[in-house]
Structure formats: C-alpha cells, structure tokens
C-alpha cells in the first residue's frame, strides 16, 4: 500500500495533467449558447472521455512504449534529449503565446 506522500504525487501530477481550473475559461467559451441542460450532457461526456483516456493511459501505456522501445525508467541519452526537447518546445509556446 501507497503511503500518504505516494498518493500526494499522483494527485498532483493528475491535477496538472488535466488542469480544471484552467479549462473553465475554455468550457464556458464553447458552451456559451447552449441549454444549462446541453451544457450538463456536454460536461458528462467530456469528464467521462477524460476519464477513458487517462485509464487506457494507465493500463497500456507502458505496453506502448515497450513497444516502441521506449523505456521511461533508464537514464539513457534518448529519454534526455525527448525531456530538452519538451522544454525547448514548451518554452517556444509560451514564448510566442505571450507576444
């Protein structure tokens, strides 16, 4: 069993990959002309496609990447330049979004 620190980095790594508080702006923008009743069903199936994504994530990811040939838990040189190249994208993004 998971002790309590455990279960505090998954919560936050979940927090961060779906960022609901981020979302909000979005939803309301895309729901604006719809019925609070087309607004719920909308709601309901996007919490549940999430949902679907992140368990097919946790029951087939590590399978895919094996398959790939990618192997997240080695320090080896690939895994580094796919963590620089994220930043450096990441960095772009943000640059360009802010100017």
């Known amino acids: ?9 998954i919560f936050i790594s979940l927090f ?16 604006a002309g719809m019925s609070a009743q087309k607004r719920e069903r909308v709601g309901r199936v996007a919490s549940l496609s999430v949902f679907g994504i992140l368990l097919a994530a946790l029951l087939l990811g590590e399978a895919i990447l094996s398959f790939f040939g990618i192997s ?3 320090n ?7 963590r620089l190249a994220n930043i450096s994208l990441n960095f772009k993004f943000s640059f360009h979004s802010i100017y």
Do not use: Q, R, W
Request: charged content about 10%.
């Open 72 to 74: 997240i838990h080695s």
């Open 1 to 9: 069993m998971l002790d309590f620190t455990e279960y505090t980095k």
């Open 76 to 82: 080896c040189f690939f895994i580094s330049n796919l």
């Open 16 to 31: 961060a990959i779906i960022d609901p508080v981020g979302i909000i702006p979005i939803i309301i923008a895309f729901t």
